[in-house]
């Protein structure tokens, strides 16, 4: 490594195979992105963070001095996303909510943390059941950084080429038709990621992301078919025992979107954590690093084949993996809708669902969550993969009561069948990616074809700002991507239009049905209606007659 002016010791290289060093040095991998972890692990990043935030501090440098690639690649890593394009010298804060459970204690905190940074500080519920806070400033983020492990909480290894934030049921626990509770795994997988959210630099460098999502009822509140790891939970008809059946290599990109496929594989549940840390790390021996567009985990899975690709991450465990269990059910599932009041499996016991449009809070909303989840619950809440929150055990007779509180105006608990199903992604507003504003063109698009429309069920409206496709526009009933349109000849801000994605049960990709469709509203809301009436059975308000003179 010496000849090449690396040292292993900081080098990304070092935890890698050789072949897979190789493959990271060779002059074909994919730039700038292999480079910039040869040169340094973003790993790294976790103690100089600190160091970098103190000099700040102290007026020793400015962020506009620092090193580009350790400023706009590297901090990821710790989860600090630098806006250059759109909020220069401020960051982006991804956490690790691992099945979206939060307590009212990490709540508060996190509304205290972006208080001070006005109009700019503002936090937003993600498609990963995850938190994203905006606005912060170098200076202040090794101290959030701190507050977050002290509090269970942390924000590292959630950006690049990392495993993402692990979902699983926002119901876990407290639903009668779970066959199990998916939190203690998730917290367990992450836990073995990350090293108990401190950092661990071995599965630092993969080869691309990593989703994981984990279904613990037939609902797949975890959307395991976009996952590339999808764990499904079945019950051995054998022992009678619940399992995971395996499903990999869902994800969407601007030059691909694919559904998982079965990898023919069961597990038992104390096999699921070794076996995502032996797949985790033949990824990273393995996966390519030629071409960032194919270096997603499907590809090395379509290259091998299934059946070696479990050979393989057998043999790094040390032992030979069962072949899936075949369940057949009789009926058909449909997926549950989680916002608004539902019993528990406890007796006398509710969960209370909030509709979160598109997923942007705001410093206060924090708090009154965390108040909320104290007064009338047991200290916590869920967060969702559709940008919501829930409060879970709730006595039924604080219902009433908690129904009345003024945030639940704001955020509503019976919000109307299009609300409910908004999803977005964060738009121009804050990403550099985003080819147009998503999250409050959303919010008043939807307002206005609530005001317009009645529906007899949901409809689930996803919005992306661009081809990567973050607000899953191809899992909605109807999905908008950002993209170029036209009107009177001149450029404007467009959509292409999808129509007719599932989830839950037998779940489908959306298909594109329209593409470079203005987002003006003179143009965009008539198409939407229209085709909220003739696929969606929404029907036109009929005005209140007018009162007698």
């Given at each position: 490594m010496a000849e090449l002016g690396l040292d292993l010791e900081t080098s990304g290289l070092k935890y890698l195979s050789n072949d897979a060093r190789l493959r990271a040095l060779d002059k074909k991998a994919a730039k700038p992105f292999e480079r910039i972890k040869n040169e340094k692990c973003g790993s790294?990043?976790?103690?100089?963070?600190?160091?970098?935030?103190?000099?700040?501090?102290?007026?020793?440098?400015?962020?506009?001095?620092?090193?580009?690639?350790?400023?706009?690649?590297?901090?990821?890593?710790?989860?600090?996303?630098?806006?250059?394009?759109?909020?220069?010298?401020?960051?982006?804060?991804?956490?690790?909510?691992?099945?979206?459970?939060?307590?009212a204690e990490q709540l508060r905190f996190l509304?205290?943390?972006?208080?001070?940074y006005g109009e700019e500080g503002c936090g937003d519920i993600t498609t990963r059941a995850n938190i994203q806070l905006r606005g912060v400033l170098l200076e202040d983020a090794d101290k959030i950084m701190q507050g977050l492990v002290e509090r269970g909480l942390s924000s590292v290894m959630s950006g690049m080429d990392n495993v993402r934030n692990i979902t699983g049921s926002p119901i876990a626990g407290i639903d009668p038709h779970e066959l199990l509770d998916s939190r203690p795994l998730c917290h367990e997988v992450n836990a073995m990621i990350t090293n108990n959210g401190l950092g661990n630099p071995e599965l630092t460098n993969l080869p691309r992301k990593i989703n994981i999502g984990i279904s613990t009822s037939r609902d797949d509140f975890a959307h395991c078919h976009i996952n590339d790891v999808g764990l499904k939970a079945v019950r051995d008809p054998q022992t009678g025992l619940v399992g995971f059946n395996v499903e990999v290599g869902g994800y969407f990109s601007p030059k691909r979107n694919v559904v998982s496929i079965p990898m023919d594989t069961f597990l038992t549940q104390e096999q699921v954590v070794p076996f995502c840390?032996?797949?985790?790390?033949?990824?990273?021996?393995?996966?390519?690093?030629?071409?960032?567009?194919?270096?997603?985990?499907?590809?090395?899975?379509?290259?091998?084949?299934?059946?070696k690709f479990r050979d393989m991450i057998g043999e790094r465990m040390g032992q030979t993996l069962r072949r899936e269990v075949h369940v057949v059910y009789e009926d058909v599932w449909e997926r549950r809708d989680v916002l608004g009041i539902h019993a528990q499996k406890q007796p006398g016991l509710f969960w209370v669902g909030a509709c979160v449009p598109a997923g942007r809070l705001f410093p206060q909303d924090f708090l009154e969550f965390a108040r909320i989840a104290e007064r009338y619950g047991d200290g916590t809440a869920r967060i969702t993969v559709e940008?919501?929150?829930?409060?879970?055990?709730?006595?039924?007779?604080?219902?009433?009561?908690?129904?009345?509180?003024?945030?639940?105006?704001?955020?509503?608990?019976?919000?109307?069948n299009l609300e409910r199903g908004l999803v977005s992604c964060t738009g121009a507003q804050f990403c550099p990616l985003a080819i147009i504003e998503t999250k409050n063109r959303a919010m008043a698009v939807v307002g206005k074809l609530e005001e317009q429309l009645d529906f007899p069920r949901p409809v689930r409206m996803h919005w992306t700002g661009c081809p990567n496709s973050c607000g899953q526009a191809q899992v909605g009933d109807i999905g908008l991507m950002g993209g170029p349109a036209k009107l009177n000849g001149k450029a404007v801000e467009g959509v292409r239009i999808f129509l007719g994605g599932t989830i839950g049960e037998?779940?489908?990709?959306?298909?594109?049905?329209?593409?470079?469709?203005?987002?003006?509203?003179?143009?965009?809301?008539?198409?939407?209606?229209?085709?909220?009436?003739?696929?969606?059975?929404?029907?036109?308000?009929?005005?209140?007659?007018?009162?007698a003179v």
């Open positions: 790294k990043m976790w103690t100089e963070v600190s160091e970098l935030a103190q000099l700040v501090r102290e007026g020793k440098t400015k962020w506009e001095d620092l090193n580009l690639d350790d400023i706009d690649i590297r901090m990821k890593w710790s989860g600090l996303f630098h806006r250059r394009k759109r909020t220069p010298g401020k960051f982006m804060m991804r956490l690790k909510v691992p099945n979206g459970e939060l307590t509304g205290e943390s972006i208080a001070r840390k032996a797949l985790l790390e033949v990824f990273r021996d393995h996966g390519r690093r030629d071409d960032r567009q194919k270096a997603r985990l499907m590809w090395l899975v379509e290259e091998w084949g299934v059946d940008e919501n929150i829930l409060f879970p055990n709730v006595p039924e007779a604080h219902l009433a009561e908690m129904q009345q509180e003024p945030i639940f105006r704001k955020y509503k608990i019976h919000a109307g037998n779940p489908t990709l959306a298909s594109e049905f329209e593409k470079g469709v203005a987002c003006d509203e003179s143009i965009l809301l008539p198409k939407l209606r229209h085709l909220l009436i003739e696929h969606y059975g929404a029907k036109p308000k009929v005005a209140a007659p007018a009162a």
